[in-house]
């Protein structure tokens, strides 16, 4: 990728540091094999380097912002089993940060550094109180009990507003990674028969995006069947596609670690029943009112508060509930989220949106009585005049879906 947009990505991290302020972001670990090494994200965003257990710093001392590199030595024994790990010059070249070393000097250094810190920042936020601990989790315990009077803090705060407005890169990643899902799309399209299972769906997903050179999907993707559905999270993907099913995918392919994230709805039969037809129109009505929506300034909130007022109306007009506060039953989620490097990316889900912005525009109703769950998802850039829709091209028109459908065999 282009130096220059690392380093300006750098150049903007250091400009929020204070004096005599640290950002230690680690990599990911390397995985006990036979799992996959996937990169951490805010790692990579500053880095471009794929090699797990490294450390990046910045250091701000007398104005001036320093960036370091750690990465590991390597055993030659090791070489057979592991491959060789890149050396400090690779490593520089990739990163366009000069000073490499290796991570057995990492806490030589940063006990130095630390002499005159005041602050400090880490990769240390996990989802959940049951995450597993990390490397960063170790050192943030020992630089609190060594040096009590630096203060710890994650470092979202400086890397939601740069990871929040996409650059051209982001934007070609994430383009990409749409590109090659509708792809797995199309495919899925073509070749789903009713009395298949759900999974061989997934496999032409896989095998779509996989030989595109993406080597995983962003998420376990959703392909469910009939009333599978209207389970909003279901990722089993293990039963037999009735005759006159509906088919609701949400699924992404993982471009350089950039999401796609697309849903859409199609009948496995290749036409729509009425019923079907006429909950899809109102979804689709949504999905396009939604979208058209989007434009610097308004918050997601409001996106949200939208879409409420009109699947509300939609399911009087489908004579699924008789009193507003019913919606409820029928949809349960928001409407959209920040994407990028995380599927839910960083960005809060109630912020203002701003050129650069990627988001998600998913409107749904969910009918589990009548087998019925229908999605549509779209990736929408928000640009200086309004949005660019970025996956236009896969479709969503109930006649460019049946025309898909039947162009099998
Ligand atoms: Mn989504």
């Known amino acids: 990728m282009d130096k220059k947009i690392l380093q300006k990505r750098r150049n903007d991290l250091g400009n929020q540091l204070q004096n005599n302020e640290v950002v230690i972001i680690f990599a990911q670990s390397a995985p006990a094999y036979p799992r996959y090494f996937l990169q951490d994200n805010n790692f990579l965003y500053f880095t471009d380097l794929e090699i797990p257990d490294a450390v990046f710093v910045a250091e701000k001392n007398q104005d001036k912002v320093n960036f370091s590199l750690f ?88 890397i939601i507003p740069l990871r929040n407005i996409k650059d051209k890169y982001e934007i070609n990643c994430i383009k990409k990674a749409i590109e090659h899902t509708r792809e797995g799309i199309i495919s899925i399209l073509k070749n789903a028969e009713p009395g298949m299972m759900e999974y061989e769906l997934e496999a032409l997903l896989n095998y779509e995006i996989m030989r595109r050179g993406d080597m995983h999907l962003g998420f376990k993707p959703i392909i469910a069947s009939g009333k599978n559905a209207a389970t909003l999270h279901y990722i089993d993907n293990n039963c037999r596609i009735g005759k006159n099913d509906l088919i609701l995918l949400d699924v992404g392919a993982l471009h350089k670690n950039y999401n796609a994230d697309i849903s859409r709805t199609f009948p496995v039969a290749g036409k729509f029943t009425d019923r079907q037809a006429e909950v899809y129109e109102e979804v689709l009505k949504i999905n396009k009112a939604i979208i058209e929506k989007v434009k610097p300034g308004i918050s997601l909130t409001a996106l949200n508060e939208a879409t409420v007022e009109m699947i509300t109306a939609s399911l009087f007009k489908l004579k699924l509930i008789s009193d507003k506060s019913e919606y409820r039953k029928y949809y349960m989620h928001s409407v959209s989220h920040h994407l990028g490097m995380d599927t839910h990316d960083v960005g809060s889900r109630v912020s203002v949106l701003e050129p650069g912005n990627v988001i998600t525009v998913e409107p749904g109703i969910y009918i589990p009585d009548e087998n019925i769950g229908v999605r549509i998802e779209d990736d929408i850039l928000v640009t200086e005049k309004g949005y660019e829709n970025l996956s236009v091209d896969i479709p969503k028109e109930i006649d460019d879906l049946v025309a898909a459908i039947i162009k099998r065999g």
């Open 71 to 158: 990465i590991d030595r390597g055993i030659p024994e090791m070489v057979v089993w592991e491959g060789a790990k890149l050396s400090p010059k690779e490593a520089a070249e990739i990163s366009a940060i000069d000073q490499v070393h290796h991570l057995d000097e990492f806490k030589w250094n940063l006990s130095r550094t630390l002499q005159a810190t005041k602050k400090c920042y880490l990769n240390i936020k996990v989802q959940s109180l049951d995450s597993d601990l990390k490397k960063q989790h170790k050192l943030s315990a020992e630089i609190k009990q060594k040096f009590p009077y630096i203060i710890l803090q994650d470092i979202s705060d400086l």
